[in-house]
């Protein structure tokens, strides 16, 4: 008869439980009800799909009515395929100039006084202080034509024309590096405020110069807290839809827009299917980088 667990041990196991007892609510729950809608047809019931799969009692039966049309209507439709590969690209695009942006501030963050971290460390997260639909719908005052931005530029003698940001791209991507800015800043600062200044010595007395120190000392300790920012901002980046909604125009329809628009359509079944696609979209890559980094014995 084996011994009776002791309550630490017991404790133990509940704390290592939790987290996944989370992903089963919060993730696998969801993700299951959302598979379920994709691989059902659309209906003008209330809610309006008709699932294929309630009260399947024999697994050959479920393979029989397994339906994917949904999917099938992603691959053959152009649309999908194009609003995929733009929220792709503009995601990638606010990635890096947040990330142009973002380290040189979290570095100099880093680097400045000690009393005066936390003062910077909140005017980057002050931002967040105001909601978020108020501080994309200021950017609109900012942007439009005649705007504050095409004041100031017009009263400094820079422009006679007005600009016309507002409804492109270029608004888009403001809107989306202003607002996701700090996601890329935190996680920088977090890593190079722990970095050891000593090493930075250690490699200017071997004759290293700034710039070679930088490039073979900080830039490869910093490498977590980049992954880490540059995760934070892509993933939200690709599934955006307020801002590309309010800034943008016809011609910068991202996935998240196109997502809404179908459920708004009363079409559930491929509004799920889109969403299935772009979970797939950002959870392989990351989990197979995750892999790669476990497989190296990284981090």
Known sequence: MSAPVAPPARLGRLLVAAPY??????????????????????????????????????????????????????????????????????????TLIALAIGYPLAYAMAAAPRHWRP???????LPFWTSFLIRVYAWIGILRPDGLLDMMLGSLGLTSEPLRLLNTEAAVLIGMVYSYLPFMVLPLYATLEKLDRSLLEAAADLGATPAT???????????????????????????????????????????????????????????????????????????????????????
Request: charged letters at 10%; a negative charge.
């Open 21 to 94: 007892l989370w992903l089963l609510l919060f993730f696998l729950a969801p993700f299951a009800m959302v598979l379920r809608m994709a691989l059902s047809d659309a209906d003008t019931a209330l809610p309006p799909y008709a699932p294929h799969f309630e009260g399947l009692a024999r697994l050959g039966e479920f393979f029989a009515r397994l339906d994917l049309e949904n999917f099938r209507l992603l691959a053959e439709d152009s649309l999908y395929g194009q609003s995929y590969l733009y929220s792709l690209r503009v995601a990638a695009l606010t």
């Open 119 to 125: 003062v910077l460390l909140v005017l980057v997260v």
């Open 213 to 299: 120190a930088f490039l073979t000392v900080t830039l490869p300790l910093s490498l977590p807290g980049l992954f880490a920012g540059a995760a934070l901002v892509f993933i939200p980046s690709v599934g955006e839809f307020v801002i590309p909604d309010l800034l943008g125009g016809p011609d910068t329809t991202l996935i998240g827009n196109l997502l809404w628009t179908t459920f708004a359509s009363r079409d559930w079944p491929l509004a799920s299917a889109v969403a299935i696609v772009l979970l797939v979209v950002l959870v392989l890559p990351l989990a197979l980088l995750q892999q790669a980094r476990l497989a190296r014995g990284g981090p």
